[in-house]
Nanobody
């Protein structure tokens, strides 16, 4: 069984920073692309940032220059450093990973962590 567990959300003022972490655990052979999605109030879930096993990254235009995704393959973790946060970044942030394990290759989701940007 594979699990993704996020941490690091919270309440922050506009212009502030937060760092999200996501740990993968279980019977894992390899982790391919990892990413962060978010779903704001009344909005559809969107991809925020993704990183391949080789370290290539991509970002949604609205966070370019403010957010940085990184990963530690040895620890099976992915991070999202969020700087210069704006109220429109308020959302539940979900970790996603493409994982090969005992049962095959599947996409997995974390439980979500709330990020609120407000003064």
């Amino acid at each position: 069984q594979v699990q993704l567990v996020e941490s690091g959300g919270g309440l922050v003022q506009p212009g502030g920073s937060l760092r999200l972490s996501c740990a993968a655990a279980g019977s894992i052979f390899s982790i391919n692309t990892m990413g962060w999605y978010r779903q704001g109030p009344g909005k559809q879930r969107e991809l925020v940032a993704a990183i391949t096993s080789g370290g290539s990254t991509n970002y949604v235009d609205s966070v370019k220059g403010r957010f940085t995704i990184s990963r530690d393959n040895a620890k099976k973790m992915v991070y999202l450093q969020m700087n210069s946060l704006k109220p429109e970044d308020t959302a539940v942030y979900y970790c996603n990973a493409d994982i090969s394990g005992l049962l095959g290759r599947y996409g997995y989701w974390g439980q979500g962590t709330q990020v609120t940007v407000s003064s």
